[in-house]
């Protein structure tokens, strides 16, 4: 149990600090995913075939790639990319991006698809009914969508976004291996300069379920709010 | 685009999509016994039994797989005592590490959807079967294997596309998938798009297979039940 003192002696502190790391990586990719999801649910449920097919190839690419392979592609092409840019405008020396703004940005992306798949399900199984009536009155654009549409839809999307939650916080455990301190490399660490891996991954594992728990406990308690019948 | 790079990276890829696609066939698998297993253990009445059979699907689903890998490839060499026994000829083989993380995770998986679907089946069937005399064991193996397999048909073709982005973490504990050798490719030669370009395209043909094979099989065994 020493293994786990905080301060000096133990590795109680580092894990703490890497766990609300996992947390915070977990919340902005899920926030970047929002975003993505925004940006392409709309593309999906066009009736334009190009933007159609663009919405379509996002999620089935993302989806259809392992999670790792998309995280290499922005841990290796990101900062080339931005170098890229940089140059276009002179700057020609050496960028290194942060690891944080990359594993969220790759997990989001990632959680964007599902994300999307969601909101899809949710808009198309609101009743018809509802769109049409808020036409005929004659509501302007902002209340048609954020008074009429956006309510219903998240009271519908919120149980598989929590599953989506799960994904997320899950797939953050991958971004260990572009060096950015969460549960998992700060594990890797412990368990090499102790050599004790079972006790760390163990650790890990005991910390990542906690997480999931708590997390169900909480967006459980959203759902039975957001589900009360109007 | 560097486009000769992904020609000549095209047939090395493909060499290592062969243990890909073997981590895949033996941990789907050995992971439909293990699923197999645990359903029919979550259906007990005894609370101990049914508690154990939860537990084991709640650990599997609630940590993500890259710590399960790590716990049996790098925890399990720790104690002394399995280094003794024969499992450590298969403990030492980051090959059979990952095919056992992968099975026990897709094991895990598979028994929640078997069991969504064993409790889905109508009990009239049972009844039936009852009423007709034929014994318990084979109304088990012969009426509700069957319907269970073809209700679980689409949830577990979903498993299989997500178990094979999970094999791409056999990479972590060095062996060299199709995900492994795109890494080394990007790594000694910068170039992560085209590479991804042609990895990805690869795994995206293969979930194209695997979901129509799916969709095919569930046309061809579906009924209304």
């Not at chain 1, 003192?5 to 600090?17: I, Q």
């Not at chain 1, 290796?76 to 940005?105: P, Q, R």
């Not at chain 1, 998992?184 to 163990?202: E, H, N, V």
Request: a positive charge.
């Amino acid at each position: 149990m020493e293994l786990l003192y905080f301060g000096d002696k133990g590795w109680g502190d580092e894990l703490f600090f890497a766990t609300l790391m996992t947390i915070a990586v977990s919340i902005t990719a899920m926030i970047i995913g929002f975003l993505f999801a925004a940006l392409f649910t709309p593309l999906k449920l066009s009736n334009n075939k190009v933007l159609n097919s663009i919405g379509n190839a996002y999620t089935t690419v993302i989806r259809g790639v392992p999670e790792l392979l998309v995280i290499y592609l922005f841990f290796f092409g990101g900062s080339g990319a931005i170098m890229f840019v940089a140059s276009i405008f002179g700057y020609n020396d050496y960028i290194e991006i942060n690891a944080f703004l990359t594993g969220s940005f790759s997990i989001g992306i990632i959680s964007g698809a599902y994300s999307t798949e969601v909101f899809r399900g949710a808009l198309q199984s609101i009743d018809k009914g509802q769109f049409e009536a808020a036409k005929v009155l004659g509501f302007n654009k902002y209340i048609y969508f954020f008074k009429i549409i956006l309510p219903q839809m998240l009271r519908l999307a919120i149980p598989n976004l929590s599953n989506v939650w799960q994904i997320t916080l899950k797939d953050t455990s991958l971004i260990s291996v572009t060096g950015l301190v969460e549960i998992m490399r700060q594990s890797y660490i412990a368990a090499g300069s102790t050599r004790d891996p079972l006790f760390f991954y163990s650790f890990a594992a005991v910390l990542y379920l906690m997480l999931t728990f708590l997390s169900m406990q909480l967006l459980n308690r959203l759902e039975t709010k957001y589900s009360k019948g109007y | 685009m560097d486009i000769e790079l992904m020609i000549n990276s095209f047939p090395k890829l493909l060499n290592a999509t062969l243990i890909t696609l073997k981590l895949l066939s033996v941990s789907l698998i050995l992971g439909l016994f293990i699923g197999l297993g645990f359903a029919i253990l979550r259906m007990n009445k005894n609370k101990l039994i049914n508690k154990f059979a939860y537990g084991y699907s709640y650990i599997f689903r609630g940590t993500p797989l890259l710590v399960q890998i790590f716990i049996i490839y790098f925890g399990l060499g720790q104690i002394e005592y399995l280094r003794t026994t024969f499992l450590w000829v298969v403990l030492k083989e980051p090959y059979w590490c990952a095919i056992i993380a992968f099975s026990l995770n897709t094991g895990a998986y598979t028994s929640e959807i078997l069991r969504s679907a064993f409790q889905t089946i109508k009990p009239g069937y049972l009844e039936a079967g009852r009423s007709l005399g034929i014994p318990s064991k084979i109304i088990f193996t012969k009426i509700q294997i069957p319907i269970a397999i073809k209700q679980s048909l689409p949830a577990y073709g979903n498993e299989i596309i997500l178990m094979l982005k999970g094999t791409s973490l056999a990479s972590t504990v060095t062996l060299m998938d199709l995900t492994g050798v795109a890494k080394y490719i990007i790594s000694t030669t910068f170039k992560p798009v085209e590479v991804f370009i042609v990895a990805g395209g690869i795994y995206l043909f293969m979930t194209f297979i695997i979901h129509n094979v799916i969709k095919y099989l569930e046309k061809k065994y579906g009924f209304q039940t």
